[in-house]
């Protein structure tokens, strides 16, 4: 069970937009600790997307943001396109937890 | 270019021990805190420890899952992370991960708190079984 709770699986068609959501608690995302979100092609290694909740790397197309709110946060990503077909996970930080870095179970996109 | 390449993986019984590494190109190594993340077949990722920079005392923090039988330790002339897992168990079998923690600010200036994982390694399989 995964202290940030990501749905297991979203679907766009081509060229539609998606949310996926990373809902945490006070003692996490609640508590001020930032977001983050990673990409998992498959067969690959996760690559950073999101950092800071809102920020993307260089290199990141502009069609993926992030945001957060309260005790969630949340990943858009417009203009779907068939090569962002992947898994997707949030992390952030839990200071009551003794292993406080934290994902989320990830969700799997499927692109129509 | 910024690259971390792990090595070390493979078959091992329950019980044995294991050795990965975490080799470092493209940036200064010890400037940074490293983590290991794994990823059992199938399954999410869960982070299994890091160890903080040498100027930070080169500390080191552990999942719950694996306290007390891996430990995490640098060698910053070599650009290497080593992920030392003793008493192995079945439920360690992962695709285990090399990151770096990278260090960023906001657009006020405010630290991101926690560090993400910016660069990842291609990852390396442990398979436990007898």
């Known amino acids: 069970q995964s202290v940030l709770t990501q749905p297991p699986s979203v679907s766009g068609a081509l060229g539609q937009r998606v949310t996926i959501s990373c809902t945490g608690s006070?003692?996490?995302?609640?508590?001020?600790?930032?977001v983050h979100w990673y990409q998992q092609l498959p067969g690959t290694a996760p690559k950073l997307l999101i950092f800071?909740?809102?920020y993307r790397p260089s290199g990141v197309p502009d069609r993926f943001s992030g945001s957060k709110s309260g005790t969630s946060a949340s990943l858009a990503i417009t203009g779907l396109q068939a090569e962002d077909e992947a898994d997707y996970y949030c992390?952030?930080?839990?200071?009551?937890?003794?292993?406080?870095?934290?994902f989320g179970g990830g969700t799997k996109l499927t692109v129509l | 270019e910024v690259q971390l390449v792990e090595s070390g993986g493979g078959l091992v019984q329950p019980g044995r021990s294991l050795r990965l590494s975490c080799t470092a190109s493209?940036?200064?190594?010890?400037?940074?805190?490293m983590s290991w993340v794994r990823q059992a077949p199938g399954k999410g990722l869960e982070w299994v420890g890091f160890?903080?920079?040498?100027?930070?005392?080169?500390?080191?923090d552990y999942a719950a899952s694996v306290k007390g039988r891996f430990s995490i330790s640098r060698d910053d002339s070599k650009s290497i992370a080593y992920l030392q897992m003793n008493s192995l168990k079945t439920e360690d079998t992962a695709v285990y991960y090399c990151?770096?923690?990278?260090?960023?600010?906001?657009?006020?200036?405010?630290?991101?708190?926690?560090?993400?994982?910016?660069?990842w390694g291609q990852g390396t399989m442990v398979t436990v079984s007898s």
């Open positions: 992390q952030s930080y839990d200071a009551s937890l003794s292993a406080p870095r934290v």
């Open positions: 800071g909740n809102r």
């Open positions: 990151t770096r923690d990278g260090d960023y600010y906001d657009s006020s200036g405010n630290s991101i708190n926690p560090d993400p994982f910016d660069i």
């Open positions: 006070s003692s996490d995302i609640g508590a001020g600790y930032d």
């Open positions: 493209g940036f200064t190594f010890g400037d940074y805190p």
């Open positions: 160890i903080t920079t040498k100027a930070h005392g080169g500390t080191t």
